[in-house]
């Protein structure tokens, strides 16, 4: 058995494109940059980014290219693929990327203390947000959610019926 999986955590380097296949099928492409930190031998400290071609399909494409813009921080899960083309020039292109099968949003810049929260561009959501009906309603909801109060109440371990 083969595995193919890619998860990769960083914010976009560009605002994702949304196109639609001859199919009708929703894509957006967008780039992301990860930062990996590490010390050389001399314990000096070394820091290098990496960009990454992501690109989504579906009801997940249209709520990345809503919802995301450059600067974004977003999770990424899915599956490397490399695709091939002949140039204009005559030469065979090469373009690897990771294709979607998830998408989880990250915190947004401008949320405050325990109120970032992630939204997933999952199959869940997607139809949370066709219920919702509008650009930004969605948003909306998660920041005007009430907090819980939990009981300050101790747990006895012998009130568990497990």
Not at 15 to 42: H, I, M, Y
């Amino acid at each position: 058995m083969y595995i193919n999986k890619a998860m990769v955590y960083g914010n976009l380097t560009r605002d994702p494109e949304l196109r639609a296949l001859p199919s009708g099928a929703q894509v957006a492409n967008f780039s992301l940059a990860t930062n990996r930190v590490w010390k050389d031998q001399n314990g000096a400290k070394q820091e290098s980014t990496d960009y990454h071609n992501v690109v989504v399909f579906g009801r997940q494409a249209e709520i990345v290219a809503q919802y995301l813009k450059k600067g974004s921080s977003v999770f990424i899960e899915g599956r490397m693929q490399t695709r091939s083309w002949d140039g204009q020039d005559g030469k065979k292109q090469y373009r690897t990327e990771v294709v979607a099968d998830r998408v989880q949003f990250g915190p947004r810049a401008g949320a405050t203390g325990g109120s970032s929260s992630f939204g997933s561009a999952g199959s869940s959501s997607a139809s949370s947000s066709s219920k919702a009906g509008g650009k930004g309603e969605e948003a909306d909801a998660i920041d005007s959610m009430p907090t819980v109060d939990y009981p300050e109440e101790e747990i006895n371990p012998e009130d568990i019926p497990f």
